[in-house]
Structure formats: C-alpha cells, structure tokens
C-alpha cells in the first residue's frame, strides 16, 4: 500500500492494519524518518516537502514489484508525507512484513534506499531567516 | 506539451507549469535549448551535467528522446525525500 499524504499517522495503527489482513505474519521491520532539529551545522525550524505525485506513486509502485521478486515479503507500506512539516515530524515510513526476518530486515532497506534515491520528492528547510532546498 | 518545475526551478520559471507547442521542440534536446532561451537564468543550470533530471510521462529518461505534443515532461533537481 501506497499513501502520500499530508496528514500525520500513527506508525502502530497503520502496521496493524496491514498485519491483521493476513494470517501468517512472522516478522515486521520498519524504517521511519523524521525532520531533523539541527542539519549541517544549522538550526531547522521546519521543512517544506513537495512531491511530483503521479511519478511518485508510480516510483514506488515499481519498487515494491521490485522488491516482492527480490525477497519472501508478504506485503509493504509506504507513507510519504508532503507540505509543510516542523521539527520531530514523521517524514516517511515503509514497513515491509514476512514469515522470516531476513527478507523483512532485508527488503525495508532496500525500499527506503530506492525511494531516497528515485523518488520524486524534494525537501526545503526552513531557518530563521532563510530557507534551502536539500541536495539529497 | 506540459512542462511541470519543481523545487528550486519553479522560482527560476516563474511558474509550476506551462504549456510549450513550438514546432522547433522535436526532442528533449530542442526542448531545453527552448526553454534555456526562454528562462535565461535557468541556462547554466541546463548546461551542466547532473544538476538536473527529466521525466517524461512519468518515466526518467537521460537520453535525447523525441516528444510529441501530447507528453508531459518533468523538469526538477536530484530529489530529496525521505
């Protein structure tokens, strides 16, 4: 399952969601990241997300077909969020679930070092007084 | 055909989106020495290599593809999210 969403979410809702739709789940493995209070010697006060949404759905769509041929995964959930969002915020999470850990463990990493590399998104932090858009 | 700016281009352009039918645009090529000349200050940001990706219709693409009226093609930095 795909979301890109403004709204925040709660991580132990949304992976019980997916969990319960399934009858053997033996492992969970999640990444969630969050906005930074302090990045590159500077003091964030916030950080503006926007995303290129059709591409975006379409990126993870492909890494999560990419990710089910590489590994056991018995489903995933990805959530990316957009606008404007303050320090400690959730950013992103991918949670992928499994009969065993490894292809868990395994096809998490996978899917997060895809989307930060493929996936249409851009961060611009905001300081006090002047704002950047991130390089990656 | 829809050009769509994001991030840090959009305040280059002026604008998020537009639309481009010009008979010279046959390719990604003649697209951006298009729009090179129409936003001068986006100009060396074109030229150099790897500030800048393309996708058309939703698909990356680093080569000299040919267009058509009908595409939509993305113009934005190395993305950032996560």
Redesign the interface.
């Known amino acids: 399952m795909i979301k890109i969403q403004k709204k925040d979410f709660y991580i132990e809702n949304e992976i019980n969601k997916l969990r319960k739709s399934y009858s053997n789940v033996g492992a969970v493995s999640n990444f969630i990241?969050y906005v930074k209070k302090n990045n590159n010697n500077k003091k964030v006060n916030s950080i503006y997300?926007?995303?290129?949404d059709?591409?975006?759905k379409?990126k993870l769509e492909e890494i999560v077909k990419k990710a089910k041929k590489k590994w056991d995964i018995i489903d995933c959930i990805i959530i990316?969020r957009f606008g404007k969002l303050t320090t400690g915020e959730k950013?992103?999470m991918v949670a992928t679930i499994s009969k065993h850990r490894k292809d868990s463990f395994s096809s998490c990493k996978f899917i997060?070092s895809y989307?930060?590399?493929?996936?249409?998104?851009?961060?611009?932090e905001i300081y006090n007084k002047k704002s950047t858009?991130?390089?990656? | 055909m829809k050009i769509?700016y994001?991030?840090?281009l959009k305040n280059k352009t002026g604008r998020s989106k537009e639309i481009i039918n010009d008979k010279k645009i046959k390719d990604v090529n003649s697209l951006l020495n298009f729009i090179s000349k129409k936003y001068p200050n986006l100009r060396k940001y074109i030229n150099k290599k790897d500030i800048l990706r393309i996708?058309i219709n939703?698909k990356?693409t680093t080569k000299n593809k040919r267009l058509n009226n009908n595409d939509e093609i993305?113009i934005?930095?190395?993305?950032?999210?996560?």
């Open positions: 990241g997300l926007e995303v290129y059709k591409m975006a379409k990316h950013i992103v997060m989307l930060k590399k493929e996936a249409p998104f851009w961060k611009k858009w991130l390089k990656n | 769509l994001f991030a840090w996708a939703l990356y993305a934005f930095p190395p993305v950032s999210g996560g």
